[in-house]
């Protein structure tokens, strides 16, 4: 890395639709339960949920017309996306290259996600050793964008979180780590990332590598975005 960059403490991953594809199983498993009430759901409308807490979603569904209790709800969802990515985890390929190479340079990861601890699981038994801590959304009183998940996270890694660097993906995923103090990179996956001061934002971790990790640690910030979203 080089000497003027600041090695960071920790970086703190996103899951759903930034280490995994999983906004699809999300969506999926949102429009199965609807029809099961003929209630209309679009991927329209799973877009507007992506990065929000899990109860969230429940209490959308319930609003629209789904009549069941939002923890049967929350249930539901929860079991159709673990079963699927148990089968088949759809890994962000730029993001596990990267991954890789922090997990190999030896910086510690958790894992930061509203995902509920058995989906977790599922993705980082996938990668063993990779994550020394994971936060997840049925461990917190206050989901994103919260910065809670953020700062728990560090906590438990033994880090300041101001040391820390984290990638998000999603609007309120971004806010939640922004606000935590983390350096934080948001990656335009498919929901627009709003420019904000000090916020990197790239349109893919390909090209994002150690020294820029680096770099985004010290303070420096990379935008690949410019005047768009």
């Not at 209790?69 to 390929?93: C, K, N, S």
């Not at 050793?129 to 959304?137: E, I, N, Q, T, Y």
């Not at 880090?159 to 998000?168: K, L």
């Not at 606000?179 to 990656?187: L, M, N, P, Q, Y």
Request: with cysteine; hydrophobic share 45%; proline share 5%.
């Amino acid at each position: 890395m080089n000497s003027e960059s600041t090695r960071p403490a920790a970086i703190l991953w996103d899951m759903d639709g930034t280490l995994i594809d999983s906004e699809p199983y999300w969506i999926d498993a949102e429009k199965e339960l609807a029809a099961k009430f003929g209630v209309d759901w679009t991927d329209a409308d799973g877009l507007t949920l992506v990065g929000n807490a899990i109860p969230v979603s429940a209490q959308m569904l319930q609003e629209r017309g789904v009549q069941m209790a939002e923890q049967d709800i929350v249930e539901f969802l929860v079991g159709r996306v673990t079963e699927q990515v148990r089968t088949h985890t759809p890994w962000q390929a730029d993001a596990r290259a990267l991954l890789d190479q922090v997990v190999l340079a030896g910086i510690p990861c958790a894992l930061v996600t509203m995902s509920y601890a058995v989906l977790a699981q599922a993705t980082v038994s996938r990668v063993p050793g990779a994550f020394a801590a994971v936060v997840s959304g049925d461990e917190v009183a206050n989901g994103k964008p919260h910065p809670e998940s953020f700062l728990l996270a560090a906590e438990r890694l033994g880090v300041a979180i101001t040391d820390c660097v984290a990638i998000e993906d999603s609007p309120s995923g971004v806010a939640a780590a922004y606000s935590s103090g983390a350096k934080t990179i948001g990656v335009r996956r498919i929901t627009p990332i709003e420019a904000r001061p000090g916020l990197s934002r790239v349109l893919s971790l390909d090209n994002i590598g150690l020294d820029d990790l680096a770099r985004v640690a010290s303070g420096q910030v990379i935008d690949q975005l410019g005047s768009a979203s």
